[in-house]
């Protein structure tokens, strides 16, 4: 033991780095050293450094029941009925020889509403689960949230926190560079319509520590640039999240004039949003509906933009990132043909993940409504990976999310907004947790 404690902090790191996630929580047992390496953010760091993986997300509604506190049962307390959902994470991990068995958490709600469980995105190793209701009163009838769940599935590290306004999303997270402290990026503005949003206000704010909200400033556009610099439209549909990148975060927009651009955020300085050029895609709202952002390997912002066909995929590459210049450089890398028998929406329903594998080379992961297909950049062929339940199924969601595993402990993501979980092993080896 005495030899382990011995090593060097940067070889540990280096042999450490290599485990599986859930041999990593364990390493903290070995002794003090060993706790205070993997503890420190620079690991943290490092592990997110590998490859990420593509995992599906499914939240259930299982329905409603009465729950009755046991320790005043005899004080003829009266039933409350409660809801309950599941939240079960699967990962892709084909690079590995077995893949680990699914996590499940399952979130408890006093609310006499049905609610509604869908997911916000993975970041930086948390995955960010929205909570809500419709509501119909006052008229007209409207969707509100009530809560986002914050779940890291290596360390179980759990907290909840509530949103900052009555209206808007929270539309992108990370964990501060230095600090590794978990923040969220919350957008509310105009609502244009269920796929479009012009958000007038972004609020940062850090999780736990009784969390305050400040306001950060977006970068002017250039009057050279566009006719109406001041208006700027993002997605809000869950399908078109941000990337994370070099440091900062990016999203897809629309200028007011209707030009293609990207928003990015500096998540060392915090201080404002900034906009950079895309590539000349088309004019108009409705353009932003078949374009997503993503990331391939050797640190490259792209976007990938379905032909108005339906019947293919362009692949545009940001040659020379710098997210300080407006000024960019895109070209087209490739076109990628979906098979002939496909029919899906790709105008709002499809997800699109990239994950660089090891020995099969980069792989695109695309979520259609029921099914989840797979493009080998190597080979260019295509492949069906899994049958997944429909939009139409009653209470169930599925996201599709790339995902980079994180071993910070909840007391330096979330803070005091840490929640307390129990938990067991199910006979089929799916580890379930309870969150009231």
Known sequence: MHALSDLPDDVLVEIVVRLPAHSIARCRAVCRAWRSAISHATFDMALARRPAAVATVTADRLGFEFHTDYAYALEGTTPTLVSRTRVVFDLFLRWRRRPPCPLEVRLISDSRSSIVTTVRGSWDGVLCIERGVWKWKPRPLRYHVEQYLLWNPVTKACATVCPPADRGKIIGAYAHPTTRAFHLVHGSGEVVNDHLMAPTTFL???????????????????????????????????????????????????????????????????????????????????DLTKVRLGTRSGSKLCIFSVAPSMSSMDVWVLDGYCATVRRSSWRRKERISFVSSWTFNAATEVEVEVVEGVGEGEEIFLHFETWIGVYNIRCKTWRRVMEVPGLITLGSHVSLVMHRESALQHEVSFGDASRAVSWRVDSDGTHRYNVA
Do not use: Y
Request: glycine share 10%; aromatic share 6%.
């Open 204 to 286: 940062i704010g850090r999780v736990g520590d009784d969390m305050a909200w400040r306001e950060i400033p977006l970068e002017e556009a250039s009057p050279t640039d566009d006719a109406r610099p001041s208006k700027i439209f993002i997605s809000s549909n869950r399908n078109a999240r941000c990337v994370g990148l070099r440091g900062n975060l990016h999203w897809l927009a629309l200028s007011g004039s209707g030009t293609l651009r990207i928003l990015a955020f500096d998540t060392s300085s915090q201080d404002r949003f900034r906009q950079i050029e895309a590539p000349e895609l088309g004019r108009g709202p409705a």
